[in-house]
């Protein structure tokens, strides 16, 4: 991507679509990867664990490179970023469907990883360093309602090729298209500076990182992270025997949080940042308590609820550390994104573990077949309201540290700031 000159001026509509079309990528080579897994696992004679195996090398590469890009980013900066970000997601595109076997899989998947985490690392202080106040905070929500929204439309895209006895190969190269789209919007623009006077200093950065806020919200992140992608990534397997269709439940969840971080500005505006995270916790708790206890039509309530309790907290954790710890600067966020995902790969083993216990202890009590299932899934959904229980209690004081709290380096630079659109 070329250079240009820093006289011109910064197109933020340009930027922020092209950001969008990145997350969409990344949403993309979630869904319709997982939409192609028995394909793959027929074709080239591949175990469950196998594909275990694949799907986390998304999980590892995405935090890897989004750590890394934060501590880079003041010093390469967003174009160079961005730039790996599409010769990895290239890479990864093409591997995946001239691959071999396992290896190139692999390899394969972790490209893409590694692509994903790029764009996390980018975008997010792109937009931080582009709007400001509320501003930000919708802007921020607006983009990531394409992870949500794109794994929406990436299922629906999926099922219709596979449905049309369309190649999982020619499913792959669907994920090309909005690749190809924010590598074109991206080339020749001109990137914001950092609005904040410091952020660009590492070492202000890590001393900011150690701050108790820092490392308290760091903890919840692992938390909140957990909340959203564990259900997800299980309903398919627990939610099989309720009477409810598995991927109707993803979809009704991603299309309203999708809907939900689109119109999230004025929410947060309203009820700020803190009070959106408490009340998300209560309605995630609820959602997962439903999933739980619930069958047939009822699944879909739960859905909704879940959908809401989830829906704002990974953007609004991201504009949290942007706006109230701004030291931190790009790597505070990517670091914050980036235990995020280390914690989904972390709980996954856990989660299996809590199935496996559930089937066995269920099966001392009788029970066989279909009602096994269901009765060792809801149970696994039981242990999961841990997640929200604790998310409660963590944001309750939050909400009164944060409104005890003086105000901090940078805070006063930020609020003096006018939104732009």
């Known amino acids: 991507m070329q250079t240009v000159m820093a006289t011109t001026s910064v197109n933020q509509s340009r930027l922020f679509n092209a950001s969008c079309f990145a997350l969409i990528t990344t949403a993309f080579s979630f869904s319709i990867r997982a939409g192609i897994l028995p394909q793959l696992g027929n074709e080239f004679g591949l175990t469950a664990e196998q594909l275990g195996f694949i799907n986390s090398m998304w999980f590892l590469g995405f935090p890897i490179s989004m750590i890394v890009g934060g501590l880079v980013y003041h010093s390469v900066g967003p174009r160079i970023i961005m730039s790996v970000a599409f010769l990895c997601h290239t890479l990864g595109i093409l591997l995946t469907i001239y691959a071999g076997g396992y290896t190139t899989l692999l390899i394969s998947t972790l490209f893409i990883g590694i692509g994903n985490g790029c764009t996390e690392a980018a975008c997010n202080p792109l937009i931080a360093d582009m709007y400001s106040g509320n501003t930000m905070n919708k802007m921020l929500n607006r983009f990531h309602m394409w992870f949500p929204g794109g794994i929406f439309l990436g299922s629906l895209i999926s099922k219709f090729m596979t449905d049309a006895g369309m190649s999982w190969q020619s499913q792959i190269w669907v994920i090309m298209i909005p690749t190809v789209v924010y590598a074109f919007l991206f080339f020749g623009q001109t990137f914001p500076a950092s609005k904040v006077e ?117 953007p609004t954790m991201v504009g949290f550390v ?14 914050i994104g980036g235990v995020g995902m280390f914690s989904t790969s972390i709980f996954q083993p856990f989660i299996g573990g809590w199935i496996d216990s559930e089937r066995a202890e269920k099966t001392a009590t009788g029970l066989s077949g279909d009602a096994l299932e269901l009765a060792a899934g809801q149970a696994t959904l039981a242990k999961m309201t841990t997640f929200p229980i604790i998310l409660i209690v963590a944001f309750t004081v939050l909400w009164f540290w944060m409104r005890n709290r003086k105000r901090g380096p940078g805070d006063d630079q930020l609020a003096n700031q006018q939104p732009q659109l």
């Open 322 to 335: 942007a706006e109230r710890i701004p030291l931190s600067g790009a790597l505070g966020m990517s670091i």
């Open 198 to 314: 410091g952020a660009t200093s590492l070492s202000k950065n890590f001393k900011a990182m150690l701050t108790p806020l820092y490392l308290f919200m760091f903890c919840c992140m692992a938390f909140t992270a957990i909340s959203e992608f564990g259900p997800q990534q299980w309903v398919g397997l627990i939610m099989a025997k309720s009477g409810a269709a598995p991927m109707l439940i993803l979809a009704l969840t991603t299309l309203l949080m999708a809907i939900g971080r689109y119109f999230g500005g004025p929410l947060i505006h309203r009820l700020d940042q803190t009070g959106v995270l408490l009340g998300g916790a209560v309605f995630a708790l609820i959602g997962i308590y439903l999933f739980s206890t619930q069958t047939g039509a009822m699944a879909y309530v739960a859905a909704v609820f879940f959908a809401l309790g989830v829906c704002y907290f990974w």
